[in-house]
Nanobody, 119 residues
Framework: EVQLVESGGGLVQPGGSLRLSCAASGFVFGNYDMSWVRQAPGKGPEWVSSVNSGGGITYFADSVKGRFTISRDNAKNTIYLQMNSLKVEDTAVYYC????????????WGQGTQVTVSS
C-alpha cells in the first residue's frame, strides 16, 4: 500500500519557522521526484517546491524562494520542507506529492498537514 504521511505542521507566529516531513512507503522512493503543494482556505492548490529523485536539483515558487528549503533522505524515504520567515499568507494545508521521473502528473498524494501562521 502506497502511503505519504506528512507531519510537522502547527501554529506559528509570523517570522517563525517550521519543518515539515513526509514519510513515503509502498513504492520505490528513489524513482520519484517529490513536491510540496499547498492549498489555502478558499483557494486552489499552489505548487510550492520540488526536489528531483536524487536530491540534487530543487525548485521553488517565487512566493517562497529564499525562505523555504526542500531536501530528501532517500535512505529514510523522507522529504522535508524547512520553512523560515513564515508569513500569514503561508497559512495552508501542505501536501507532499510523488511524481515518477518523466511523468507528467503526480502519482501519489499525502493527506496533508495544516500550517497556520498567526499572531
Amino acid at each position: 500500500e502506497v502511503q505519504l504521511v506528512e507531519s510537522g505542521g502547527g501554529l506559528v507566529q509570523p517570522g517563525g519557522s517550521l519543518r515539515l516531513s513526509c514519510a513515503a512507503s509502498g513504492f520505490v522512493f528513489g524513482n520519484y521526484d517529490m513536491s510540496w503543494v499547498r492549498q489555502a482556505p478558499g483557494k486552489g492548490p499552489e505548487w510550492v517546491s520540488s526536489v528531483n529523485s536524487g536530491g540534487g536539483i530543487t525548485y521553488f515558487a517565487d512566493s517562497v524562494k529564499g525562505r523555504f528549503t526542500i531536501s530528501r533522505d532517500n535512505a529514510k524515504n523522507t522529504i522535508y520542507l524547512q520553512m523560515n520567515s513564515l508569513k500569514v499568507e503561508d497559512t495552508a494545508v501542505y501536501y507532499c506529492a510523488a511524481q515518477r521521473v518523466g511523468a507528467q502528473r503526480y502519482d501519489y498524494w499525502g493527506q496533508g498537514t495544516q500550517v497556520t501562521v498567526s499572531s
